[in-house]
């Protein structure tokens, strides 16, 4: 039994009674305080993320065939002299694998626990690195300093933790021997005693997103680290550096534990190289874990050398307003969904479908435009101080978008118009744009336009946007929906629909919380039952096939 | 709650210790005897069978296009009048998935306890008639009565129940409902009710086998039944009978419970139809589970509408004969081993390596040549009385099997022919062939043979042996490896070194145990971890990610 595990059994336990009762729990505080995370904590954080600028970053032992790196913080894009400047240790894609490969037997052979109480150690430490690991998540997704920490942070630290939960709690279903003993009457009984083994899948690439570069890998990272796989982490280009940490962390622990610190290897790469294909098409990786496009993502699942693909793809996500109680918190609700990192989570709202004649809103009528006005107006309203616009709206990560904001100025009638939070700004940022379009445009509002992109649909009613929403989530995915309604059996058929649809729904949110969110040890991230994602984050199914059991059998002593 | 569900709650309760202890346990008694099942059920269960023969088989409801069927007994085939002259409704593909499509929403809907409470029901008559499915099993897959009854009856329910267990114990893992209470400090909490929903994959077609037409199909049934799938069973056309008799079953079980029949579909068609492929390509199969060829295994991994494919292929099973302290018993097992069934068996060994110098047996040299004919010699007691040799050996289900026989007799020096067990009989037989090469023939062993053939394969030593049969199971797959060694050392080297080949390994069996045998609730049959197949019946994996889990989520009344 390892002491790393003795010392975060608790946490563990804690994790393994939370992902049963899925109520409220998380492991790592969310609050960038002073009074968690130490006082010096977040100057001393700025200082270690400062101290990786324009420079070599270090992992000591990883294999290095040359240097890499050209990220740029979204926040600094605008002014021209935004980037990082750090150069990365790189190597080919075989040399990666056959590294990966060489750590993969003491790996597979450490016991259970030993993996398991690593992983909580590196968790822990990533934990104690949360100001470090927010800047470097702000200056390479564009997320404002808030988000960044927490799901950058904490929030990233659950998902892991809730993964390596999942995994440990399958794994430690398969007993490791049993006596067999089978009565055969008068020729007295068969004794046989068993042993059985996890065997684990392989080299495990990690396919990380600029957007939440930490946050969406951890519930891979570490269910593939406790099932006893070596992983090699390819961030996106544009976001090395939370992974860098990470790996950094990751093989720091493993080296103390006198394991190979090549179980878990970073693949940096300058844009545009395309190692993830060249990962992919290698026979030596086992396992995929993806976040992306739904382009690339099709292209793994289909072209990939393994079957053994888990990805996040993108998907179109729609709120319905049927009606309220509370005209003017639900368009503020709405407005900071749409506001929230500039729209660039999986789980923003991308499409409104409003009544065409209309809602009830408090006992009152609310004509579509005056639903339309409502929404922008309450985005205005979030806006109109710039720090607090700064705060919520962060940075667009990726010149692209503003590109995608443009054209789709042309789809309909603009409702509210897209502009940077400060022209005069370092920042490359673009507030909500709202178009109104008819139901019939189906070109307008079917295709996923990612970013500060929202779509006013009009509908019959209330039971057309939910047809209309639902079926466009099981044609093209989608990771959430949300519903505005008064009427219970409208709740109640909404949700049947979105259920056969396979989308996660929220209904009538008001005050501080949002569609967008998706809580570790709670909310099961992404349904894996429509084109959004074939996976979970995470559930038994996200962890179950990532190892397999073997066993040997011999007579029991007794009874050769 | 089902009373179904109450009524066979023990049975449940049961089989969920059983998966966690994976001691021996069984739910279904595996002794044919009239004490269990009824003085009168052998002669029923035969008299059930006889009635279908030269008939229409009825299956009321059931889609019907046209009339198939074209099964031979093998136990007759030789005497030319075989025939069984059943004729079972049968359906064009795209009518059958739409009768399953249009079952799928009650099915569904039912709930997680009426849907297995039916299963439970399903399997315990199944049980009853499990006479009737012995003979059913017997004239369709050639397996001697006693086998017949046993894995065709009681441990192929025992497999049903054992995917039963998992799945329920997944599903329950899912809480229905939760609230969840996150402070916000001076804020107060922010309170959300959350419910969650189990969501099935769809309609899942259950390819079937001839040689183990329900044990290897009643895993994936009840599986997907569990899980709010409907299922079409597609068995080999050779082996329709005791699939239809299953799938009598669940649907007068269904019916009775107000449920649609069509839950339960049967793809019943003549030998040269295709129908697998066809249903493979369809759009609205959405899982399918398959037992049989790695040729068109492989065809369906790469090529099926569906990526998700669990299956059970084909694979070459060693056996390495490092050194024994009872060389006749070692013989005797090993012969049994071989003769089961004529060795057709997914678990039946082909190669056995023996070292070019023999071995040490009970402190007495014995040549290679020595182990040959100690092998050989037993196969012939084992077959000296011709009612013995029937009932272990069986008949051979498919005449291809007597051509690769025949051809096999070129790969080296025949240490032991094959002939019919009785030339004059009505029955398709042939017994082990023995054939000794050389480990530089790699093209004689590495090949799978399926049937009684046996490769005798001269190694330079034991740990050549055991790389050699670890390194082919890793190529083309094993399901089973066997072991006779007297050095603790040498059997931990080769629990290793099969466990990196993802085979399950028997070490030493002498007496009544063979490494043929896979028990359910004890052994996990197939690792999934080798080219013999991407799954194991049954396991958590082959549970986890047949249904997903769908939320949706408001805030508390409370908190609003």
Known sequence: ?????????????????????????????????GKIYGETAKQEGLASYEAHLNGDFELPGHPEQRRVGAEVSPLMAASGDGALGIRYPAADVDLLV??????????????????????????????????????????TSGQAFPMAFQAGGPHAQDRGLEALAYAWDEMQRIPASARWVKPQGKAGDIIMDKHWRIVPRGVSLLIGCQTFPTWNSYSGLFANLATGNTVIAKPHPAAILPMALTVLVA?????????????????????????????????????????????????????????????EEAGVNSIVIAGTDNFDAMCQNIAFSLSLYSGQMCTAPQNLFVPRDGIMAGGERKSFDDVAAGIAAAVDGLLADPARAAAVAGAIANADTLARVAQARALGRIVRDSAPLDAAGAARTATPLIVAVDASDVEAYEAERFGPIALLVAVDDAADGVRRAADLARRKGAITAALYDTSEAGILDAADAFAEAGVNLSVNLLGGIYVNQSAAFSDFHVTGANPAGNACFADSAFVANRFRVVMWRRPAPASV
């Open 251 to 311: 093989r720091e622990v493993l080296a103390e534990q006198g394991l190979p610190p090549d179980v878990v290897l970073l693949a940096a790469e300058e844009p545009g190289e395309g190692q993830a294909k060249a990962f992919a098409e290698h026979a030596g990786v086992a396992q995929i874990d993806y976040t992306g496009s739904s382009h690339f993502g099709q292209w793994l699942r289909q072209h990939a050398a393994t079957p053994l693909v888990y990805t």
């Open 98 to 139: 056959e590294h990966s490969q060489a750590a993969a037997a003491a790996w597979a052979n450490a016991s259970v626990e030993t993996r398991v109480g690593i992983c909580l150690e590196i968790l822990a430490r990533l934990n104690r690195r949360s100001f470090e690991m927010a800047n470097a998540v702000m200056h």
């Open 1 to 33: 039994m390892s002491s790393l595990f003795e010392q975060h059994r608790a946490t563990l336990d804690s994790a393994l009674a939370a992902i049963r009762e899925r109520g409220f729990w998380t492991a790592y505080p969310e609050v960038p305080s």
